[in-house]
């Protein structure tokens, strides 16, 4: 998480147009942002990796004409794939967090009332497992027939989370222009912290009014 802040801290003025897309353009996001990610992962993981295991692909990057065409053609691929297995992207993001919620909150009522002593019948760890992975399968299949509707959320939760850190970084480097202090971080203090919460809440709000207004009208 702390690195994934750095990224938007370090990448703030990118991260504004990112959360304001999330947050406004919800029904396209989601898919825009799978394709961006698998032309990141075609054109800059896996292009530079094919030359350590194909010599035509080590010929190929000498020539700056063709590794240019390269470069293009396997990002491209790589959008082009991971947007074909969206509908399976959606299942796991889904199996995810329905997982990470029971999860948790199993441990919780473990450790606040020992449920695992009830767990005769099977290993109390196996038990656990099979809950979450129940969950996380029925969560995930209810992201699938939901698609629409979690990947607008899902827009909206990354959108607003962008956004709301990259204007509180913003405000930091107000601060730290108006007080003549560079080592200020307003981001790190309770303040800050309380404030971006509740920027997140507000944006939360407003993405799913704008969304609410979109549904009406698409009918």
């Known amino acids: 998480m702390e690195s994934l802040v750095k990224i938007v801290i370090s990448n703030w003025i990118p991260s504004l147009i990112i959360g304001a897309a999330g947050l406004f353009l919800t029904n396209i996001f989601v898919k825009l942002a799978i394709v961006l990610l698998g032309f990141y ?34 990002g491209g691929a790589g959008g082009l794939g991971l947007i074909l297995l969206y509908n399976v992207f959606i299942f796991f993001v889904g199996a995810l967090v329905s997982g990470a919620v029971v999860y948790f909150l199993y ?23 099979a809950i979450v992975g129940i969950f996380g399968i029925l969560g995930g299949l209810f992201a699938y027939l939901k698609e629409k509707q979690v990947s ?55 993405g799913y009014l704008i969304v609410k207004k979109g549904n009406k009208r698409g009918g």
């Open 41 to 74: 992962i075609g054109a800059y993981l896996l292009y530079p990796m094919s030359g350590e295991y194909s010599d035509f692909m080590k010929d190929v990057m000498k020539d700056p004409t063709k590794s240019q065409i390269a470069f293009w053609l396997f």
């Open 152 to 206: 607008q959320w899902l827009g909206i939760g990354v959108g607003a989370a962008v956004l709301s850190i990259s204007l509180i970084h913003v405000f930091n480097i107000f601060v730290r222009k108006m007080n003549s202090d560079e080592s200020y971080n307003f981001i790190v203090s309770t303040t800050g912290l309380y404030i971006m919460l509740g920027l997140f809440i507000i944006l939360i709000s407003i």
């Open 107 to 129: 441990s919780y009522l473990d450790q606040s009332f020992n449920i695992s002593q009830y767990i005769t019948f099977m290993d109390p760890l196996y038990f656990k497992f």
